[in-house]
């Protein structure tokens, strides 16, 4: 079945330290990709989007994503983590074909970060 | 103007009112959708408008009736909700239909007493 997975329901990191969010998707061909984050109440913010091109993908606050055709997946990683990039993260694929208009989001990975 | 703007940010109300959510856009995009999302969920894709045109509607109840004016304006009107109705609905906006990112705005936090 056509999925987006985020194994990790919730993660906590220290201030200081790096992060990776995982994303698996599961199509049969390589959908538009995205990182979204939310803080509480609040809106989703694009942090980054990967089409085509180079695999490694720099978004905004310090993100980057890198695509592995291979394995199907578009993590998240940011090399320092701050108090403020606590949130909810979600992965979310867009441009299928048989789901037109259509974003498929993954279920969101709760980050929070410990002094 | 790259944001997406919605009213009011927060709403209470009854089962047998009637309201109105707004969500305005200024950046030309031709795709408009609303979204409804629950606690600790993802949101769930509600209604979407192509060229002021509804396009798809998720099957949603006929209590909730969208509404497209213009190219800027998008509403959702409201009418014998029920409380599990109660959830932030967002908007959001994107170039056209076709999987391009997609803009959100900050959310109404819906309560139905």
């Known amino acids: 079945a056509q999925s987006v997975t985020q194994p990790d329901i919730h993660i906590t990191v220290s201030e200081g330290a790096s992060l990776e969010l995982r994303c698996n998707y599961s199509y049969g061909a390589t959908p538009y990709l995205f990182w979204y984050v939310q803080s509480p109440g609040q809106g989703l913010q694009l942090l980054l989007k990967y089409f085509s091109g180079d695999t490694l993908v720099q978004g905004i606050k310090g993100f980057e994503a890198e695509f592995k055709r291979s394995q199907s997946s578009f ?3 940011k090399p320092s983590v701050h108090w403020s990039d606590a949130a909810e993260y979600f992965c979310a694929v867009g441009g299928l074909t048989d789901s037109w208009g259509k974003f ?7 980050v929070v970060v410990t002094p | 103007d790259t944001e997406v ?31 409804k999302q629950k606690a600790k969920k993802p949101p769930e894709l509600m209604f979407v408008y192509s060229y002021e045109k509804l396009s798809i509607n998720e099957s ?3 209590r909730f ?27 959001a906006s994107s170039q056209v ?13 819906l309560t139905v007493l």
């Open chain 2, 5 to 35: 703007t919605q009213t009011p940010k927060h709403l209470v109300m009854g089962m047998t009112n009637k309201k109105s959510l707004k969500c305005e856009q200024h950046m030309g995009h031709r795709a408009m959708y609303w979204y």
């Open chain 1, 75 to 77: 993590n998240l990683r």
């Open chain 2, 65 to 91: 009736s969208p509404e497209c004016p213009n190219s800027s304006l998008l509403n959702l009107h409201l009418h014998a909700l029920q409380p599990e109705d109660s959830a932030l609905y967002l908007c």
């Open chain 2, 60 to 62: 949603v109840p006929s």
């Open chain 2, 97 to 109: 239909v076709n999987g391009n990112e997609q803009f959100f705005g900050p959310g109404t936090r």
């Open chain 1, 104 to 110: 498929q989001f993954g279920a969101g990975t709760q």
